[in-house]
C-alpha cells in the first residue's frame, strides 16, 4: 500500500452492519444481532471494554428494531411495547428510580438489548430482585483479540480518518501496543494528529517514533 498525505478532514465512523469487522471473539454477538426478530428471550446482553464495538451493534439493533437508546443512568418512565438500547448497565450504580424501570421493563418482557463492560453476573443492584433477572439474561461477550481483528480494526480506525497506511505500519502497532480496542484507538488518533502537525503520512519511522515516546 502507498502512504497517504494526511489531510485535516474531519472522522466520521461508518457504523453500518458491513462496517463491523467480525472475529471470533465477537462472532456471537453478530449472530445476535442478525438473528432479530427471531431471538428466543425479550432482552439480550452485549458486554465488553470500551472501543469493542457494543454500541456499534446496539446502533445497527436500534435501527432494525426501530428501538429507542437510552442511557441507563437516565432511566425513567418509558413507553410500554417500545424496543429499547439501554446502555453501560455497569458504568455506574443506578439510583433507585433507574433500577425500578429497570426491573420493570425486563418483567414485563420488553424487547431490550443492553450494553455492559462487564458480564451480567458481575452486575451489583441494589434491588434485590433485579439479581435472578440478570442471572437469566442471554450474553454475548465481544473482543477477544487476535492479529487479524486487531489489523482489520486499525485499518478500519485509519480509513474512518481518510488515511491509508502501508501493513509494514499495521503490523508494528500490533506488535508493541496493548492489545484492547481502546488502546489501538487511542493510538490511531494521535498518529494522525502527528502526522498532521508534520505534514507527512503515517509511515513505520512515525510510528516508531510514538511508540518510543510512549
Request: aromatic share 6%; net charge neutral.
Amino acid at each position: 500500500m502507498i502512504a497517504q498525505i494526511p489531510l485535516p478532514l474531519p472522522t466520521s465512523s461508518r457504523l453500518g452492519r458491513a462496517d463491523f469487522i467480525v472475529g471470533p471473539g465477537n462472532r456471537a454477538a453478530v449472530t445476535l444481532i442478525d438473528s432479530w426478530p427471531d431471538w428466543t428471550a425479550p432482552a439480550a446482553v452485549l458486554y465488553g471494554p470500551s472501543g469493542s464495538g457494543k454500541s456499534h451493534l446496539a446502533g445497527v439493533w436500534a435501527e432494525r428494531a426501530k428501538a429507542a437508546v437510552k442511557h441507563a443512568a437516565d432511566l425513567a418512565t418509558v413507553a410500554p411495547d417500545v424496543p429499547l438500547v439501554i446502555e453501560n448497565v455497569d458504568a455506574a450504580p443506578l439510583t433507585h428510580e433507574a433500577e425500578t424501570v429497570l426491573f420493570a421493563l425486563l418483567e414485563r418482557g420488553q424487547k431490550m438489548l443492553l450494553t455492559a463492560h462487564e458480564p451480567p453476573a458481575a452486575w451489583k443492584p441494589n434491588l434485590p430482585d433485579l439479581r435472578s433477572r440478570y442471572d437469566s439474561l442471554l450474553a454475548f461477550p465481544l473482543w477477544a483479540p487476535d492479529d487479524a481483528l486487531l489489523e482489520a480494526l486499525a485499518k478500519k480506525l485509519f480509513a474512518d480518518r481518510q488515511l491509508a497506511v502501508p501493513d509494514a505500519v499495521i503490523a508494528q502497532m500490533i506488535r508493541y501496543l496493548e492489545r484492547s480496542p481502546g488502546a489501538l484507538r487511542d493510538f490511531v488518533a494521535k498518529a494522525d494528529a502527528a502526522a498532521l502537525a508534520a505534514k507527512k503520512p503515517v509511515t513505520t519511522a512515525l510510528i516508531r517514533d510514538l511508540l518510543d515516546r510512549d
